[in-house]
């Protein structure tokens, strides 16, 4: 089955504490971002990836870090969490970039 | 820079309505795509069309129907007879290539439907 798979699906964590959220898909898609959802905002985009070790910012990149060695696999990385991250996160892909994504269900980060 | 306003926070309407969610973007470029996610209650995340910035065709997929219009910079969705299943939050999302080579995405804010029976 065609998915983009997120892991953990929930964190309670305190500020300072490093984390990595997961994303892993099994499309063979090139492209892979990640969004937080909050109230009211919608989805802001984090980060994203055209391919294997090419990545951007996206509006919202700021205390976030990821990778693409793989190109089925997209972490973030939260070095050191703030309640301003408190969110709902979600992992997508796409065959390219101005493609219709798939996203994951979804990572609920709260850090206090 | 690119903006996507979906101005209506939230909509109730009763069952067999019509209803209309708007979308209203802002870009500088040309070539662009413009798209409409559902995120029914269950959380997930659920793609219904896509329309680059050459194809103002509007579309019709069973009771949904798009209407894009450049003129207006608008990408409306039109929900026909609605049902209760048609409960969620729509989300408009704009695509444009990055100054990097690659492409950005900014969504709306999202438009929270409640069709009731």
């Known amino acids: 089955e065609a998915q983009v798979t997120q892991n953990p699906r929930y964190l309670i964590t305190v500020t300072g504490k490093k984390l990595t959220v997961t994303c892993s898909q099994n499309m063979n898609h090139e492209y892979m971002s990640w969004y937080r959802q909050d109230p009211g905002l919608g989805l802001r985009q984090i980060y994203y990836s055209m391919n294997v070790e090419v990545t951007d910012k996206g509006d919202v990149p700021e205390g976030y870090k990821v990778s693409r060695k793989e190109k089925r696999n997209f972490p973030l990385i939260l070095e050191s969490p703030s309640p301003n991250q408190t969110s709902l996160y979600f992992c997508a892909s796409s065959l390219g970039g101005p493609q219709p994504q798939h996203f994951g269900d979804g990572t609920r980060l709260s850090i206090l | 820079a690119q903006k996507v306003t979906q101005a209506q926070t939230e909509i109730s309407v009763v069952e067999k309505e019509d209803v209309t969610l708007d979308c209203v973007y802002e870009?500088?470029?040309?070539?662009?795509?413009l798209f409409w996610y559902k995120q029914p209650p269950s959380g997930e995340l659920v793609f219904l069309i896509r329309?680059?910035?050459?194809?103002?065709q509007n579309e019709i997929s069973g009771r949904y129907s798009w209407n894009f219009q450049k003129s207006t910079s608008s990408f409306n969705f039109t929900i026909t007879a609605s049902q209760v299943v048609d409960s969620a939050v729509y989300f408009c999302a704009l695509s444009e290539g990055a100054n990097t080579g690659g492409f950005k995405t900014i969504f709306g804010a999202g438009t929270r439907l409640f069709v009731k029976a």
């Open positions: 870009t500088r470029d040309t070539t662009y795509y």
């Open positions: 329309r680059n910035s050459f194809d103002e």
